[in-house]
């Protein structure tokens, strides 16, 4: 027996070591043939929407070692970027309206479009956003609608609209990103009104409507909704177009729609931050994000639509003909983003999200 | 302390104190005392339009904290807190008795078998519960392999699965006090009780259960509190359906970015947490058996 023990306390050292010594490993490899005056870059991205191979990319052109943090919704970013100590992050990927409220907060630096000449390949339409007018604090990256998915081979309703998710035949069948400004949003057209209502008697029918998608919704999920329709957890849902484009590869029968009242449509932007400690660093990256290669890379693993048009012109008619990789410009020019709302409107949401999940 | 002062070679007590219960304290301030002062000042905040906490005192977020809506959830938290202490005991005393009472060298091994799941992230297992539970999981394949359902049996996304996932993750804290409390019974009472004519089932329910009150109290406590808070099960096997406590605190701290009202409703399970110790005490529980 004590033998036993000598032999396993042996053994679990020996282990340790090895693990201790493999990370030493790791660490000189990567820092190895890399100028070393490169240094770093801290970037708070969406959860899978910068592929690794891209920063891989970056890093070796560069030498600029980059460090990945990710979030699941544009308010844990706000969250998390106050709470960090300053100049935590140096890049972040905020969504429209959480542009301008960042803006709004002094949160973000001007970007200096000297050092951003590839500026040039992303699309006239996407450039001067009402969100940030002139550019000063975005460029845009990916974008898209919070479509529907539907299985079709499972669902014998038509669906072609956001008020068709509220049908009783779909209880317990769907699938929607967890969070509440999309979910409200869309409850809030479903009733024929605009996605940021304000006014409160209509918010009054919003709230019971949502009742309604209650009964359907057995999943809120925003790391990876495709997942539970891959699955066959769930059959229909109201998720990001290219999630649904992900799936639509995995299970031919699921199809994407856009909604006959009009989208949520959002874009998600480049932007560095006030306190960002490599602001050059950052530049760099923003600067490669926005060379069509590099767009390429993104597009094969996340296919969202892409604000890059020379990207969109190399990835050719298998990307720009599939209706949930690059959505048809009538449903992005009938979309609607999200906006900022006032707080005790914003507190009128938050309680309809509560009493949906509870 | 100071009249031993014979006893050592230090002049004063002050350096040897400084040393030996320093360093704790440091800790305990930094980490524990101070973030809760903090936690508790903020609750008495309010938040500016863009989310930022300003400390002016209010009393506004304890008011809402009263509102039916999440007085319905403190209920549906306690409720499967309840549900899994309950299935926790369960499932976890037989196996406790079983390991405790093992003579054997399989005892190691059982104690083993229910530390060794801890290695792992309980994220990452939880993670793996929803693919083997799912539609096209290998529990459903399964299932219709053996022919007893020819569909499959939707198991996801609902309350029951919620609480199989906590009973899942906090069995544990309920099995090792347990199996201390087990292991402490002596013999000669069991032995006593059988020659007095008591059947199994007697001596288990009149003498083995009252003697090992105190493992079911401290492996209770420490089943239900966690379980108020672990809001990731939820999430993940409940589909974000049935909120818990822990998703409230959760989300005023991520998505509504409302921190006082957050740090309010922390305050209030810190609360129903004393309040449960407090009555664990009063019932004569041990406090050294919660490990605190």
């Known amino acids: ?358 | 302390m100071t009249k031993e002062k014979s006893k050592h070679n230090f002049r004063s007590d002050v350096l040897p104190k400084l040393v030996t219960v320093g360093p704790v304290t440091v800790l305990l301030l930094c980490l524990v005392l101070i973030p809760l002062i903090l936690v508790g000042v903020m609750s008495f905040c309010r938040t500016d339009e863009y989310y930022n906490v300003v400390y002016k005192f209010t009393f506004t977020n304890y008011a809402k904290l009263v509102s039916p809506d999440y007085l319905k959830i403190y209920m549906q938290s306690l409720v499967i807190a309840l549900l899994t202490t309950v299935m926790c005991v369960l499932v976890g005393y037989p196996f406790a008795y079983i390991i405790a009472r093992t003579r054997s060298r399989k005892k190691k091994l059982l104690y083993m078998l229910v530390i060794i799941p801890f290695w792992t992230n309980s994220l990452i297992r939880i993670y793996g519960w929803r693919t083997f539970l799912g539609n096209t999981g290998w529990f459903n394949k399964l299932i219709m392999a053996i022919g007893i359902s020819k569909e499959p049996i939707e198991f996801l996304y609902k309350t029951g699965t919620t609480v199989f996932g906590m009973v899942y993750c906090l069995i544990p804290f309920m099995i090792l006090p347990l199996y201390t409390a087990i292991e402490k019974l002596d013999d000669s009472l069991l032995e006593a009780s059988s020659d007095l004519g008591a059947k199994p089932v007697k001596t288990f329910f009149e003498v083995i259960v009252p003697l090992t009150a105190s493992g079911i109290f401290s492996g209770s406590i420490m089943v239900f509190i966690p379980c108020l808070g672990y809001f990731f099960v939820s999430n993940i096997l409940g589909g974000g359906n049935t909120d818990m406590i822990g998703n409230l605190i959760e989300r005023q701290f991520k998505s509504a970015n409302n921190w006082p009202l957050g740090a309010a409703l922390s305050i209030i399970l810190i609360v129903v947490t004393l309040l449960l110790v407090k009555l664990y005490q009063k019932l004569g529980g041990d406090m050294d058996d919660l490990g605190v």
Request: glycine share 6%.
């Open chain 1, 1 to 358: 027996m004590k033998n036993m023990k000598k032999r396993i306390a042996a053994i679990m050292t020996t282990a340790c070591l090895a693990v201790t010594m493999l990370t030493g490993c790791g660490k000189g490899s990567s820092s190895d043939g890399k100028p070393a005056s490169a240094g770093e870059l801290n970037i708070f991205v969406w959860t899978e929407y910068v592929p690794d191979s891209v920063i891989k990319a970056f890093e070796d052109e560069t030498g600029i070692k980059v460090n990945v943090s990710t979030y699941s919704s544009n308010e844990d970013m706000l969250a998390k970027v106050k709470s960090e100590s300053a100049g935590a992050y140096d890049i972040v990927l905020p969504s429209d309206y959480m542009v301008e409220q960042m803006i709004g907060q002094d949160m973000l630096a001007e970007l200096d479009f000297e050092k951003l000449p590839n500026f040039k390949n992303i699309g006239d339409s996407f450039k001067n956003p009402a969100y940030d007018p002139g550019n000063k604090y975005s460029v845009p990256y990916l974008g898209g609608a919070c479509a529907i998915a539907v299985n079709k081979d499972k669902v014998d309703k038509e669906i072609k609209s956001y008020a068709d998710l509220f049908d009783p035949s779909l209880e317990g069948k769907l699938v929607v990103l967890d969070d509440f400004r999309a979910v409200i949003g869309i409850t809030n057209k479903a009733c024929g009104y605009d996605l940021n209502e304000t006014d409160k008697t209509k918010l009054d029918e919003t709230g019971k409507k949502l009742m309604e998608l209650k009964k359907n919704v057995v999943l809120y999920d925003s790391d990876s909704p495709k997942s539970a329709l891959i699955s066959g957890d769930c059959d229909a849902g109201m998720i990001w177009s290219a999630e649904i484009a992900l799936a639509m590869e995995e299970v031919p029968s699921i199809e994407v729609v856009y909604p006959t009242e009009g989208a949520l449509i959002f874009q998600d932007n480049w932007c560095v931050t006030k306190e960002a400690k490599n602001y050059d660093n950052a530049m760099a990256f923003i600067d490669f994000m926005m060379k069509p290669e590099s767009m390429v890379m993104v597009l094969e693993e996340f296919p969202y639509m892409c604000a890059n048009t020379e990207a969109v012109k190399m990835m050719g008619d298998a990307y720009s003909s599939n209706p949930a990789k690059n959505p048809p410009a009538e449903a992005v020019a009938g979309g609607t983003y999200v906006g900022n709302l006032d707080s005790d409107v914003l507190e009128i949401y938050s309680e309809m999200w509560t009493k949906l999940k509870e």
